[in-house]
C-alpha cells in the first residue's frame, strides 16, 4: 500500500520516556514488554565476546531490519538481551515506496524490504534516542531487580549501503559522522529527558554511537564496488568494517540442492540470474584477502557478515513484487555450508577455533533458540537474529534464548562462551574433525542434523479460527501485539459489557502495514486495518485514509468511525489511567 504520508512516523524522545514511566508504574512493562522477559545475565556464566575489539555483554542482537529502526525497537531488544545491535541499513533513497505486504512468516521467511524507511536525517535521531534511552534505563532504579546491577556493554554497528557514490553523498557522509559524533544531537534530546527521568537530563552520554559498520551491498554489487566501499569507509572515516556477504558465494547448484532437495522446499524458485550477477566465490577469496591486509596495514580490522537473505521467484503471491528474500531456517543451512568452504579454502584466516585467523565472522540466519549454541560453538561473533523475532513472542524470545545458551554452557562444565568454543573445538577434533565449524556444517548435511530445517518441521501454518476479526472483540491471542516488530499495538481491559476479555488498538503512526499480524492473527481480517487505529498528529491523521481516531492528552478529539466506537476508544483511553503515550500529543 502507498501512503501520502511515510508510513514510519517516530514518537519523540520525551513521549518515549513517557510512555515507558507510564506503563511501568501502571503494569510493570515497557513497550508492552512483561517484566518476565528482561534479561538478567547469570553470574555464574559469562557470555560476554569481542566485536571487533569492543566488548558485548552478550553474543546475540537484531540483525538489520525491522527490529533495529526505531528507538522503542531497539530499546525493546536491549531489554530482551541484546548487547549487539546490527542497526537498519541506511542509504541515500529515503523516499523509497516499498509495497505492502513486506513482510511473510507464515512458514519460514520471506520478505521485499531493504532498507530504511526513514529520512537518514531521522534514522541518526532514532540511534541517538535508542542509545539515550538505554544509558538511562541501565541506571534507573527500578528497573535495576530486572536487568541487575551491571547490564553489561553493549554496541551499536552502523549498516550502510548500497553504492559508492550513495555512500560518499554528503547525506551518508554525514550520517556516518555524526554517529562517531554524536554530541550535537545528544544536546539537541536532552530538554525531552523531563518529567521523573529529569535527573538524567544531564548525563554525560558519550557521543559515539557508533564506530564499527557492516557494509550492506545486497544483490548484484560488483567486487570492484565492494573493494572502493570498503577501502573508502576505512580511509574516509577510520572505521572497522564488516561486509556482508551473500548466499549466492556457494553458488547456485549447491544453493538450488540444498533448499530444493536436501531440505524438500521444492515449491522455491532459487533465481539463477541472481548468482550470475553476483559475487563469484573465487574473486570472493580474493577479495577477503585482498580488503584483510588493506584494513591491516591501515590500522583496522575487517571482518566478513554471513549472509544477506537469498533472492527467489514470488511463488506465493502474498506480497506484491516478482522476486522476494527468503530467511529462515533454509537459510540456515545454507550460510552454514559457505562458512564451511569458505573456512576450507582460506586456512588460518577467520577467528574461528581450529583457523586461528583474524577475520571476525558475523553471521545471520536462522538463529533461534534451538541453534543458538551449536551456531556460537563454531565461533562466530555475534549471532544476529531477525526472521525468528517475527514469530509469536517477538523481543521475548530474546532471553529464553540466552537463558538456553547458559544452561547449554554449564552443562557442558564451562562458565563462559569462550570454553563453550574450546569444547566445541575439543569435541570436533575427537570425531576426525578439524575444526568445531566443519563438524557442524557436517552435521547439517545428514538427515538427522537437517531435520528441523526440512520442509516437513516448517510446514505448519499459523493457527486459524472460523470467525471475521472485528474492530472490538476478538480471541484475544496477544499475537500482534508480540509480532508487530514496531510496538505498533497495545492491549487494554475490556469494559464490562464488551465481548472479549481485552481490546487491541493500533499506534498508526507506528505501523507502516507489514503484514505480520495479517499472518498470525486466527482470525479472518487485517488487525492493522480493522482494529482502532490512533493517532497523535493531526496533520498524518488527515493524510490517512479509513478509520481513525486522533487523540490527545488520553481523550478522542476527532474519529473517522462511528460516534459508537469513538466513545468506546475514549472510554477505553480513560480506563488505562490517562494517555496511553504517557504524555500529550504536543510533546
Not at 511515510?6 to 510512555?19: Q, V
Not at 546475540?60 to 530499546?75: F, K, M, R, T, Y
Not at 572497522?240 to 531440505?263: F, H, M, Q, S, W
Not at 478522542?556 to 480513560?574: H, I, M, P, Q, Y
Request: aromatic share 8%; hydrophobic share 40%.
Amino acid at each position: 500500500m502507498s501512503h501520502v504520508s511515510p508510513p514510519l512516523t517516530p514518537m519523540s524522545l520525551g513521549t518515549l520516556l513517557g510512555r515507558i514511566g507510564h506503563e511501568w508504574e501502571s503494569r510493570k512493562k515497557i513497550f508492552d514488554m512483561p517484566n518476565a522477559r528482561i534479561w538478567q545475565a547469570d553470574d555464574s556464566v559469562d557470555l560476554s565476546f569481542e566485536f571487533l575489539g569492543r566488548r558485548c555483554a552478550t553474543p546475540i542482537g537484531p540483525a538489520a531490519g525491522p527490529h533495529s529502526q526505531l528507538a522503542e525497537n531497539i530499546v525493546l531488544a536491549w531489554l530482551g538481551g541484546s548487547r549487539l545491535f546490527e542497526l537498519k541499513t541506511v542509504q541515500v533513497r529515503d523516499d523509497l515506496e516499498i509495497g505492502r505486504p513486506c513482510i511473510d512468516m507464515e512458514t519460514i521467511g520471506y520478505n521485499i524490504e531493504w532498507s530504511q524507511e526513514l529520512e537518514v536525517e531521522q534514522s541518526l535521531t532514532e540511534y541517538v534516542k535508542a542509545w539515550m534511552i538505554i544509558e538511562i534505563l541501565k541506571r534507573w532504579e527500578p528497573l535495576r531487580e530486572f536487568v541487575g546491577p551491571n547490564p553489561g556493554p553493549h554496541v551499536f554497528d552502523m549498516s550502510v549501503g548500497y553504492d559508492l557514490a550513495g555512500i560518499c553523498s554528503s547525506k551518508v557522509e554525514h550520517f556516518i559522522r555524526s554517529m562517531m559524533d554524536a554530541s550535537a544531537e545528544i544536546e539537541r534530546l536532552r530538554e525531552e529527558v523531563d518529567g521523573m527521568f529529569a535527573s538524567y537530563a544531564e548525563l554525560p552520554f558519550s557521543p559515539v554511537i557508533s564506530d564499527t559498520l557492516t557494509l550492506s551491498t545486497f544483490h548484484g554489487c560488483p567486487p570492484e564496488e565492494i573493494d572502493a566501499i570498503t577501502r573508502h569507509l576505512i580511509d574516509a572515516h577510520d572505521l572497522d568494517v564488516i561486509v556482508k556477504l551473500n548466499p549466492t558465494l556457494l553458488g547456485y547448484e549447491a544453493v538450488a540442492d540444498i533448499v530444493n532437495r536436501r531440505l524438500g522446499y521444492a515449491d522455491v524458485r532459487v533465481k539463477e540470474a541472481a548468482f550470475a550477477d553476483d559475487l563469484q566465490f573465487a574473486r570472493g577469496i580474493e577479495l577477503i584477502g585482498e580488503l584483510r591486509s588493506y584494513a591491516a596495514q591501515r590500522g583496522r580490522r575487517f571482518g566478513i557478515k554471513l549472509t544477506n537473505t537469498l533472492v527467489v521467484e514470488n511463488h506465493k503471491g502474498f506480497m506484491p513484487d516478482e522476486t522476494m528474500y527468503l530467511s529462515g531456517p533454509p537459510l540456515h543451512v545454507v550460510s552454514m555450508e559457505l562458512l564451511d568452504k569458505l573456512a576450507a579454502a582460506l586456512p588460518h584466516t577467520f577467528d574461528l577455533p581450529g583457523h586461528d585467523g583474524d577475520i571476525m565472522v558475523s553471521f545471520s540466519a536462522g538463529i533461534g533458540k534451538e541453534n543458538l549454541a551449536d551456531s556460537l560453538g563454531v565461533g562466530i561473533n555475534p549471532a544476529t537474529v531477525c526472521s525468528d523475532l517475527l514469530k509469536p513472542g517477538g523481543y521475548g524470545r530474546l532471553a529464553p534464548m540466552l537463558r538456553s545458551l547458559t544452561k547449554t554452557i554449564a552443562n557442558a562444565g564451562g562458565s563462559s562462551l569462550a570454553d563453550l568454543r574450546s569444547i566445541r573445538q575439543q569435541a570436533a577434533n575427537a570425531a576426525g574433525h578439524p575444526s568445531a565449524c566443519a563438524s557442524y556444517a557436517e552435521s547439517l548435511r545428514s538427515v538427522e542434523g537437517a531435520a528441523s530445517y526440512h520442509l516437513d518441521a516448517n510446514e505448519k501454518l499459523p493457527r486459524a479460527v472460523d470467525n471475521d476479526l472485528e474492530m472490538f472483540g476478538c480471541v484475544a491471542c496477544n499475537l500482534c501485539v508480540t509480532v508487530c516488530p514496531n510496538d505498533a499495538f497495545f492491549n487494554i481491559a475490556s469494559l464490562e459489557g464488551m465481548k472479549g476479555r481485552q481490546q487491541y488498538l493500533v499506534l498508526a503512526e507506528l505501523c507502516n502495514e507489514c503484514g505480520n499480524c495479517l499472518t498470525f492473527c486466527p482470525e479472518r481480517g487485517d488487525p492493522a486495518i480493522i482494529k482502532p487505529r490512533l493517532f497523535t498528529d493531526p496533520d498524518l491523521f488527515a493524510q490517512r485514509e479509513g478509520q481513525g481516531f486522533l487523540i490527545d492528552g488520553g481523550f478522542v478529539v476527532e474519529a473517522r468511525s462511528t460516534d459508537a466506537a469513538a466513545e468506546f476508544v475514549g472510554e477505553l483511553l480513560a480506563s488505562r489511567v490517562g494517555n496511553p503515550l504517557g504524555r500529550g500529543a504536543d510533546s
